[in-house]
């Protein structure tokens, strides 16, 4: 199976950007979907972004379009989250994941353990 490591957050003041990867090990990561989920206290887990094995389908949410870009680099098991124009509301724990076969709602296997990104106004 492969095992996931997040890295990249921290405090960015409104309006800078941050850059989150998640590295995967133990499989080849172009065995898998990959997604970024955020998720803070006393809500429900968000998707916000996820990527085809080999890039040819992209998806972002509402929230996040036009500030957000998703990538990956198979060789070099690699996915990243490129986050600009950041707002508070965009304060939470950052999530990567994989799963098999692109479907988003459908379960990803395979998670992270996260990383937080704080956002001050």
Known sequence: QVQLVESGGGLVQAGGSLRLSCGA???????????WFRQTPGKERE???????FGGNIYYADSVKGRFTISRDNAENTVNLQMNSLK??????????????YNIPAQWNYWGQGTQVTVSS
């Open 25 to 35: 090990s133990g499989r080849p990561l172009s065995n898998y979907a990959m997604g």
């Open 47 to 53: 998707t916000v972004a996820a990527i085809s094995r």
């Open 88 to 101: 508070p509301e965009d304060t939470a724990v950052y999530y990567c994941a994989a799963q098999q076969i």
